[in-house]
């Protein structure tokens, strides 16, 4: 199945949750979900719901992350 990354098409072979997803995209995961947010068809995911939450087919997935500087 097919989703969206951050603008990008990614193909999934299985099934996964959204925290597989992204434990399978960084090596820093923990960092990287410590320090951003994640949008699932432009609605916020909680942290606590990355587990539990399937990614489906044409889902639209977008990390976003502070930036704090001048």
């Known amino acids: ?3 969206r990354y951050n603008g990008e098409v990614v193909e999934l072979n299985e099934a996964m949750s959204l925290l597989a997803f992204l ?3 960084f090596d820093d995961w923990e960092a990287v979900i410590a320090r ?3 949008a699932v ?3 916020l995911v909680p942290r606590q719901e990355y587990d ?3 990614l489906q087919k044409e889902d ?3 990390l976003l992350t502070a930036v704090v500087g001048g």
Request: cysteine-free; overall charge negative.
């Open 36 to 38: 951003s947010v994640v």
């Open 23 to 25: 434990q399978n995209r």
């Open 60 to 62: 639209d997935i977008e």
């Open 41 to 43: 068809n432009q609605q």
């Open 52 to 54: 539990g939450y399937i």
């Open 1 to 3: 199945m097919n989703i």
